[in-house]
């Protein structure tokens, strides 16, 4: 059995311990007299993705626009809006030209790893959130994907007895790490059971091919009893499939994320559960981290920046939250967050 690995309750104690670092005790008493500036004015901060049009992106968004707001910093998003690796590279490149005071990278393509490890030659902080990239990044806060991929599948062993044909969909043909590591994770749960035979299905992030790929993997396996959807949107997908094929309450459907479509079909039934990225608590301690790291406030030694050395954690694992019927509700409200500066 695969160890599960740091809690969430762990990480926000960790953001809390971070925070009470930042302002230091001259600096809270400032701040109650008369509003003087907050520690971070002046700071602008730069996120970093592909795809951030996506509602999945909101939680991360929030997480940061919240640690910007307490400190008196700014920030923006940067990067395409579709998955493209050179133009997510070129979106940290161009960050670290406008001399941003510290990068958030959701991470997705190895790609990238060079346009990180030049900005860290710059001088500008990057912490990576999502999906951890070979770097010389400062520290990665995210879900384990394999063990994510794991519980997804152990959950779905339960679910149908340790017996039949299971769909876990993907995007496999974009060779995203965390993706493949989410479905290899999954299969290796699995075959701890001889009787459950896995089909993979490629949905390519997108809930309209998700359901036509899905749909055909029914027809050509009548016998399937669960499908896996591990991408944002791989839910509502298998959902479609699954009302169009006439197997409504005959397949079990577990998914990821929280979009609004999927706490719909979860309240509804039809999706059975959902394993939620903790995405705007990583974006909450990444850009608290960021500030901490920039103003010197984590003394390990006392010049740790010029003494070449990192008093961030290398990895935290921020876990993964189970939304079902009965907490779905508590889901719903959606992340407010307004972009405070322009890249």
């Not at 993979?200 to 992030?205: I, K, P, Y």
């Not at 999706?271 to 790291?293: D, K, T």
Request: glycine share 10%.
């Amino acid at each position: 059995m695969k160890k599960k690995l740091v809690c969430f309750g762990l990480v926000v104690l960790m953001a809390l311990t971070v925070f009470a670092a930042c302002g230091s005790k001259e600096e809270a008493a400032v701040n109650t007299q008369g509003g003087s500036a907050l520690p971070g004015e002046g700071e602008v901060y730069c996120v970093v993705t592909s795809l951030h049009q996506l509602e999945f992106f909101d939680a991360l968004k929030a997480g940061v626009n919240a640690a910007a707001d307490d400190i008196g910093a700014t920030w923006y998003v940067a990067g395409p809006q579709e998955w493209i690796p050179d133009q997510i590279s070129q979106a940290i490149d161009q960050a670290v030209a406008s001399k941003v005071t510290g990068i958030v990278l959701h991470g997705q393509s190895p790609e990238t790893g060079a346009a990180v490890d030049n900005a860290i030659k710059a001088g500008i902080p990057v912490v990576i959130v999502n999906t951890d990239i070979e770097s010389d990044r400062l520290s990665f806060i995210g879900c384990n994907p394999y063990q994510a991929g794991f519980d997804m599948g152990k959950m779905m062993a339960d679910m149908i007895g340790g017996s039949g044909k299971v769909i876990v969909s993907t995007a496999i043909s974009a060779g995203q790490p965390s993706a493949l590591a989410n479905l290899q994770g999954a299969k290796d749960a699995m075959s701890e059971y001889p009787s459950i035979e896995v089909v993979e299905v490629d949905d390519t992030s997108d809930a309209n091919i998700a359901a036509t790929n899905i749909g055909a993997a029914l027809q050509a396996n009548p016998d399937v009893v669960g499908i896996i959807g591990q991408q944002a949107y791989t839910g509502v997908g298998a959902a479609t499939a699954v009302r169009e094929a006439g197997l409504q309450g005959k397949i079990t459907i577990i998914s990821r994320d929280r979009d609004a479509a999927t706490l719909e079909l979860i309240e509804s039934g039809e999706i059975a559960a959902s394993y939620a990225q903790n995405s705007y608590v990583e974006g909450y301690i990444a850009l608290q981290w960021l500030h901490a790291y920039i103003n010197g406030k984590l003394k390990v030694i006392n010049d740790y920046i010029g003494g070449g050395v990192n008093p961030l954690p290398n990895v935290v694992d921020s876990g993964s939250i189970v939304i079902t019927k009965d907490n779905a509700a508590q889901f719903k409200e959606k992340y407010v967050y307004k972009v405070t500066a322009s890249n």
